[in-house]
């Protein structure tokens, strides 16, 4: 039975929950830590995490923000990185959909509410669109101070010498920064902020956007959050400036796309074999449907 | 009569040993004496009568018992040198007055053409001007370029000397306090320290220094001042005391 | 007549727990003028290392002020500063060389690193103005180039130590503070790193607090000189005054205490 067919089939709502899984006062909280969060770009909010009947570090944080703003019209999607049909995707999506009743999509301009892990969609979103990104490890400090408290006070005073110091090492090091995902950027000139494992080629999207972002670290019960049209800068040096990924001469298998995040791996033949991330947008080029996809 | 550069008056110097159960010793009582811009003055007067301390004190080495010491700077002002705040002093130390001691005391490891040149960078001078300037100096004083670039701690008390002298008059003060400046040097490096000493003063440098040498005071200064057991009494340059066979004579023979 | 950079009045540090009061310094007052070196000299726990750490705020005084020129125009006291400006004179005012340098460097961040810390703390954004001008630093201080990538935790003391040195000097700070900079090294080592302060300090005009307990480092290096002794400044001069005149029965001590 393919992703399609499961959608479609549509089983029976959960019996004996609350709608979206949460109970009430969860979501309000929920919901205050996220108008926090979009009140202050980029500042990470403490909220009380709940336990959810998938592990943490699966997505809880996200799943949380995504039941707690969910409505009953809203049309949800579910990415694990770029593709809506692991089986931790699926099972999100089934699980959104069955305690709220909202419809499930594949395709990105369909949906008004994205959850997704490691990746923002190839597909331009819009001012009515919401993406809600699982975070694995909010703190970008956390690599240059092990003290959350400290971290916090750097944050406090915009002290981000020693982010910058990390940079600079890596540079001295490696001739440039090789942070691949989760490149750190500086939220509305204020914030450090870890924008979740996403690719470089997706952190421009995030800069002046007309969506809403929101982030959600499960584990380490953080919340933070991008709003419309929020400048959101790679931290770079300027003689050492932030670059995307790039596929020169690569296009996807699949559709043959040049302008999309590819993945590749290797082949039994020894060949490399590439397709886009994006499972919904290589679909959309492959059925002709015409996809804006420049941010 | 306008006032001299220099006055001192009741300058007492008490030093108290309280590693040695308080014991007193008073180097210098009640001495006054004035001085004017491009004058020269001898000390004279035997071993431990007070004439190092004399200059220590006024180049606030010492910090003077009682008494004031009143100086008329370049610019005008009237300063205590007993009592000025220890800034004001180091401004003066730096452009004005200059204490050249009886041994030298060289920071280590800074060759001695850097040891004079010292003098002028503190003063701005450039550092290559500075070390030009010094070199010539040194080589006045007979002293050759392989020692110039050698550690003073490593010379013999007569080069120690002329590094010392060299420092006084790279960049001639407005006083300078010089503490038996030729008592290791030969015949023809004490006549280069006589050269030396009357263009300061022609250049208007007034000078306060200790002597054993008659001959050296009778040359030089204007006026001397005679300490025995801490107390002072002015005399002239020909007066017996240095000319003759008094008894100052026999106390700067015995002192030497 | 030049004001004076720096105007500390008592200052006070007193530990207090159960039963016990340690007064670590007290009623310290003294003012620093620009370019010049005041020296602080006493025995260990004389109470001259609080007084730099209460400088660098590492410590926070018990009572006291502390006036910076530059920081608010010298009217308000540095010790009421908030966490930001306390950083921001931390970083951009002032810069401390500790005994340890594993407390004044991250050793794990390359040489050239450390330097550029304070520099990326200032906004410096070209990663080739920050080498140039980090390099330049560690010239000045006597580190080889070619180690300017390589990790402090392989160096030598002496050599730590002039990283230190140059970090501190990054940023030209108003004032320096070295606490007991040579005490760990070798006395050859020592000799070394002694003479390139005062080259610095000659070449340079810093301004600067250097505390040690070694009356030579003083000596060498100081205009003026506090003594201290159990938590009390019992005697301040010019430091050839300090040597050759002491007046405390303390600081005779001590003169007489030291050989040549």
């Known amino acids: ?295 | 009569m306008a006032d001299p550069m220099l006055s001192v008056s009741g300058l007492s110097k008490t030093i108290t040993l309280h590693i040695l159960h308080g014991a007193e010793v008073r180097p210098l009582r009640d001495v006054s004496f004035d001085l004017d811009a491009g004058e020269f003055l001898a000390i004279a007067g035997p071993s431990g009568a007070g004439k190092s301390s004399l200059l220590k004190c006024l180049n606030r080495t010492y910090l003077a018992t009682a008494g004031t010491a009143r100086y008329i700077t370049r610019a005008g002002e009237t300063v205590d040198l007993f009592s000025a705040p220890e800034r004001e002093v180091v401004a003066l130390r730096r452009d004005e007055i200059t204490y050249v001691s009886q041994f030298l005391k060289a920071p280590p490891r800074v060759p001695a053409v850097d040891v004079v040149a010292s003098v002028l960078t503190q003063r701005g001078v450039e550092l290559e001007v500075a070390r030009e300037r010094a070199s010539a100096m040194l080589s006045r004083l007979g002293m050759g370029p392989s020692l110039q670039t050698s550690y003073p701690a490593l010379f013999s008390g007569g080069e120690q000397q002329r590094v010392n002298v060299a420092k006084a008059f790279v960049a001639p003060p407005r006083l300078l306090l010089l503490d038996e400046p030729t008592s290791a040097l030969d015949a023809d490096n004490r006549e280069r320290v006589i050269e030396l000493l009357h263009e300061a003063q022609a250049a208007g440098t007034a000078v306060i220094a200790i002597f054993h040498d008659r001959d050296l005071i009778r040359r030089l200064a204007d006026r001397v001042l005679v300490l025995a057991d801490g107390t002072a009494r002015e005399v002239a340059p020909d007066d017996d005391y240095i000319a003759g066979d008094s008894v100052t004579d026999e106390l700067l023979e015995v002192s030497r | 007549m030049v004001a004076p950079l720096l105007r500390v009045r008592d200052l006070n540090k007193i530990y207090s727990g159960k039963g016990h009061r340690i007064v670590a310094c007290e009623d310290v007052s003294f003012d620093v003028y620009p370019g010049e070196v005041l020296g602080i000299v006493g025995e260990s726990g004389s109470g001259k290392s609080t007084v730099l750490q209460c400088l660098f705020q590492d410590v926070i005084p018990t009572s006291g002020s502390a006036f910076l020129t530059s920081f608010h125009g010298g009217e308000r006291n540095m010790w009421d500063a908030d966490r930001r400006e306390r950083r921001e004179l931390r970083t951009h005012r002032m810069s401390m060389v500790y005994q340890n340098p594993r407390q004044g460097l991250n050793l794990m961040v390359t040489a050239g690193g450390n330097v550029a810390e304070r520099l990326l703390a200032a906004d410096w954004r070209r990663v080739s103005d920050i080498r140039a001008k980090a390099s330049d630093y560690l010239v000045r201080t006597e580190v080889p180039i070619e180690r300017m990538d390589d990790f402090p935790a392989f160096f030598s003391g002496g050599m730590q130590q002039r990283v230190q040195i140059a970090k501190a000097l990054a940023n030209n700070p108003e004032l320096v503070l070295l606490d007991e900079l040579t005490t760990g090294l070798d006395v050859s080592v020592q000799a070394g790193v002694l003479d390139l302060v005062r080259d610095i300090q000659s070449r340079y005009g810093v301004t600067a607090i250097v505390v040690s307990h070694d009356l030579g480092v003083i000596r060498l290096l100081a205009d003026r000189t506090l003594v201290m002794k159990d938590g009390h400044v019992v005697e301040s001069g010019l430091t050839d005054q300090i040597l050759e005149d002491p007046q405390h029965p303390y600081t005779q001590l001590l003169v007489n205490c030291v050989t040549n």
């Open chain 1, 1 to 295: 039975m393919g992703v399609r067919a499961l959608i479609e089939e549509r089983g029976a709502a959960f019996e004996g929950y609350t709608f979206g899984f949460l109970d009430d006062m969860a979501k309000r909280e929920i919901r205050r830590a996220i108008l926090k969060g979009v009140a202050i770009p980029g500042h990470q909010v403490p909220f009380g995490s709940r336990e959810m009947p998938i592990a943490r570090g699966w997505g809880t944080g996200g799943l949380q923000i995504t039941l707690a703003c969910v409505g009953a019209d809203d049309t949800i999607k579910v990415i694990d990185q770029g593709d809506d049909a692991s089986v931790n995707a699926v099972n999100l999506r089934r699980l959104i959909a069955k305690t709220t009743g909202a419809r499930e999509t594949l395709t990105t301009g369909d949906a008004t509410l994205i959850q997704t892990r490691h990746r923002i969609p190839e597909e331009r979103m819009t001012a009515g669109q919401m993406l809600i990104l699982q975070v694995p490890i909010p703190e970008p400090l956390r690599h240059v101070e092990r003290s959350v408290a400290a971290a916090r006070a750097m944050h406090a005073e915009a002290d981000y010498a020693r982010m910058w110091l990390a940079l600079y090492e890596d540079v001295v090091r490696n001739g440039e920064v090789t942070a691949g995902a989760g490149y750190p950027v500086m939220v509305n000139h204020r914030f450090v902020m870890a924008p979740s494992p996403i690719p470089r080629w997706d952190i421009p999207k995030l800069d002046q956007a007309e969506t809403l972002f929101l982030f959600g670290a499960g584990r380490e019960k953080r919340i933070y959050a991008v709003p419309p049209y929020t400048d959101v800068k790679p931290l770079e040096f300027e003689d050492y400036p932030f670059s995307i990924e790039g596929f020169p001469g690569m296009s996807c298998r699949r559709c043959g796309a040049t302008d999309s995040y590819l993945v590749t791996s290797p082949q039994a033949d020894g060949s490399t074999l590439s397709v886009c991330s994006d499972a919904s947008y290589c679909d959309d080029v492959l059925g002709g449907r015409k996809v804006v996809n420049q941010w």
